[in-house]
């Protein structure tokens, strides 16, 4: 089952609290896990998708991070990225835990 996203969106956390322009890393992980390549045009899209106003320099933030050893994005061809294999699985890992991590409906207790 492919998830949307809003559902996906949901499941970040913090999402209240982070700048669009940190969102953007966490929609390129969801274009990519969707197969759709990480553009500026898609990234814009999932903002407007999620009423969320886009970051207002898309292009130059993929440009600035997939420049330097730092890199967390690698450029395919002219306008599509894809993640770093290694911030790829941080996210994943990281998303996994919290997609399948939630309390069970019949624990009531408190912690």
């Known amino acids: 089952m492919e998830l ?3 559902n996906y969106y949901n499941k970040i956390p913090n999402k209240e609290t982070i700048t669009t322009r940190e969102l953007l890393i966490y929609l ?3 274009l990519e896990n969707n197969l ?7 990234l814009k899209n999932c903002c407007l998708n999620l ?3 886009p970051y207002s320099n898309i292009p130059a933030w993929l440009s600035d991070n997939s420049k330097g050893k730092n890199a967390i994005l690698i450029k395919e061809k002219p306008g599509c990225y894809k993640l770093e294999r290694e911030m790829y699985v941080k996210i994943n890992e990281f ?3 919290l ?3 939630s309390p069970s409906p019949r624990d009531t207790e408190r912690s």
């Open 4 to 6: 949307t996203i809003e």
């Open 28 to 30: 390129a992980y969801y």
């Open 36 to 42: 759709q390549p990480v553009s500026a045009a898609n």
């Open 51 to 53: 009423k969320i106003r």
């Open 95 to 97: 998303i996994t835990c």
């Open 99 to 101: 997609l399948y991590t």
